[in-house]
Nanobody, 125 residues
């Protein structure tokens, strides 16, 4: 059974850092392109970052470029999202998901099938 589970969320002050983890079971993460998304209250789910299965290339939304870093650990079957210089507008529920196609990275949530339950991130002073 394919399952994803995010962890590492919490509350942090502006300028702080968090590292989110995405654990996989029932499949090998490295075989799939994995995306990170977030959804703030009252807003549509938006793509944050993506890591390509073939060569580990990474992609970022303009809003997080230079602050967030996505990586994966094939031995642990985990994907991570390191978030630095956090801003109040980063407050959201963060999700990891498996993209339907592994050939490219997409920031469109409609191209992803399996989703984790999400982890809350709150950035506030």
């Amino acid at each position: 059974q394919v399952q994803l589970a995010e962890s590492g969320g919490g509350s942090v002050q502006p300028g702080g850092s968090l590292r989110l983890s995405c654990a996989a079971s029932g499949f090998t993460l490295a075989d799939y392109t994995i995306g990170w998304f977030r959804q703030a209250p009252g807003k549509e789910r938006e793509g944050v970052s993506c890591i390509l299965s073939s060569d580990g290339s990474t992609y970022y939304a303009d809003s997080v470029k230079g602050r967030f870093t996505v990586s994966r650990d094939n031995v642990k079957n985990m994907v991570y999202l390191q978030m630095n210089s956090l801003k109040p507008e980063d407050t959201a529920v963060y999700y990891c998901a498996i993209q339907r196609s592994s050939m490219y990275c997409s920031m469109g949530f409609y191209e992803y099938d399996y989703w984790g339950p999400g982890t809350h991130v709150t950035v506030s002073s």
